[in-house]
């Protein structure tokens, strides 16, 4: 928002516009002060008016303009509501009907460079792209979910998210649904050593509760705070960039627990003695609008560079395209799922560099034009299939007979699955359901 602050000598006047102002764009402020009233415009928005207390309505300046900050002003300690001069840039500035060069009119002048953002003036992004420039880097697009290139100019049907950098998804945030219990699972692909893959805080400044994943120096970092300081527990083992890998992380009260792979877990105690974790605000999946709203304590500084296949929140899958709310920079992963091999009616499941079709019930290995069946794993074109997979699990019908059980009530299957066991025991109740074509088995039991 836009603060016009104003005194006539006998009491201070303030009117703020009911508008934003939008950030890495351009923006138009008109001011207009009559005696003791004032009103303010942002972006040809309404008119927002108010008014100077005491008697007097007339200023008398005697200090210089100052443009993009106070300089050596004198007798305003105190008295200016903001310590920090405007960081962005000005192309115009109309006072009483005389317009200022910024160049040739200006007396004197501190640290003030060329505007960058009119290399944005070059740059047309299209489809609500927004033009962004670093300090020495070129003017860039932030394109919105479903758009890519250098223009914003390409559209892209998403089905493998890929992460550029400077890429997010943004989902609600999980609220109390993590106060005690909070487990995460991700398939994932990292190109870049370093980048935050994942965040949800309590507060836009960063303070406050935050759980984070992320990579630092190549290893998996999951942080959080409960409210009395942050804990980290980190991979022992780095993550082999440009493969996929399999990430859990397990919290229960202060415990963490961060499991990579197959290998031995890592586990980290939050200090103090408070339990719960609250995370009001929005869920960032590959990344954050602006790193300073993440918590100032956390290590990553960049956004994850690489691809996200699957997420699993407490247990529940989430949905990385449906369920998004919002979007900028995300492509498709090179991945077989982005060429549809399950079209026109099934649906593409990644899984690693491979992929299921899971057709409609009734239709069988027809919902597939590469003819493959649900359940039936299918290479990358080119690829063969993994040597240890045996034959007949990639032979639909004797995977249907494989995994048919018959009981006459005196029998049993004993399963000595250690993650089978814990899940049981955690929420008493398991459900597992595989359907191929117009087929479903399902098995449930509760203690």
């Given amino acids: 928002m836009v603060w016009f602050w104003f005194d006539c000598g006998s009491g201070q006047g303030v009117v703020r516009s009911d508008e934003t102002v939008l950030l890495n764009e351009w923006n138009r402020v008109s001011v207009h002060r009559h005696r003791w009233d004032a009103s303010v415009r942002l972006n040809g928005g309404k008119w927002v008016t108010g008014r100077s207390k005491g008697l007097f309505s007339r200023i008398t300046f005697r200090e210089p303009l100052f443009l993009g900050g106070p ?25 009483n009907g005389q317009v200022y ?20 003036s ?33 559209r892209v049907d998403l089905l493998v998210p890929s992460f550029n950098g400077s890429s997010y998804l943004r989902y609600p945030g999980l609220g109390d649904t993590a106060l005690s219990w909070l487990d995460l699972q991700l398939t994932l692909k990292a190109t870049a050593a370093d980048g935050l893959v994942l ?4 507060r836009a400044d960063g303070h406050g509760d935050f759980m984070a994943l992320a990579l630092v120096d190549g290893h998996l970092e999951f942080s959080f705070d409960l409210g009395t300081g942050p804990a980290t527990v980190r991979s022992s083992l780095p ?13 229960t009260g202060r415990l963490a627990v961060l499991q990579l792979d197959a290998h031995a877990p890592d586990e980290a105690m939050a200090p103090g003695a408070f ?97 493959a069946a649900s359940n039936d794993l299918v290479p990358a074109a080119g690829d063969a299939l993994p040597s240890e997979a045996p034959a007949a699990e990639h032979d639909p019908q004797l995977l249907e007979h494989r995994l048919s059980a018959g009981f006459s009530g005196n029998g049993h299957l004993h399963f000595s699955d250690m993650e089978t066991v814990r899940r049981s025991e955690v929420h008493g109740m398991m459900h597992s359901a595989l359907w191929k074509g117009s087929w479903r088995r399902e098995v449930s039991w509760q203690h």
């Fill in 199 to 202: 965040y949800n805080g309590h």
């Fill in 122 to 154: 070059k740059v047309p992004c299209r489809h609500g792209g927004t033009c962004v420039t670093e300090r020495d880097g070129p003017a860039v697009c932030l394109c919105p979910l479903g758009y890519s290139g250098e223009l914003c100019d390409t």
């Fill in 71 to 95: 300089g050596n002003t004198t007798g305003l300690a105190g008295k200016l509501p903001v310590d920090r001069g405007l960081r962005g840039c000005v192309r115009h500035v109309e006072v």
């Fill in 275 to 371: 339990l719960q974790l609250s995370l009001p605000l929005s869920l960032y999946l590959g990344g954050v609008p602006a790193l300073h709203s993440v918590a100032p304590r956390l290590r990553a500084r960049t956004s994850f560079v690489g691809c996200i296949q699957k997420v699993m929140v407490n247990e529940q899958p989430l949905h990385l395209l449906e369920s998004a709310l919002a979007g900028v920079n995300v492509d498709n992963c090179p991945h077989p799922c982005a060429a549809r091999p399950c079209a026109p009616r099934g649906r593409c499941v990644p899984q690693h560099d491979y992929f299921t079709c899971l057709c409609p019930a009734g239709e069988g290995a027809s919902c597939s034009a590469s003819g």
């Fill in 101 to 120: 060069d910024l160049s040739e009119d200006a007396m004197q002048g501190f640290d003030v460079d060329e505007c960058r953002a009119d290399r944005c």
């Fill in 239 to 251: 993550l082999s960039l440009g493969e996929w890998h399999e990430v859990r992380v397990s919290r």
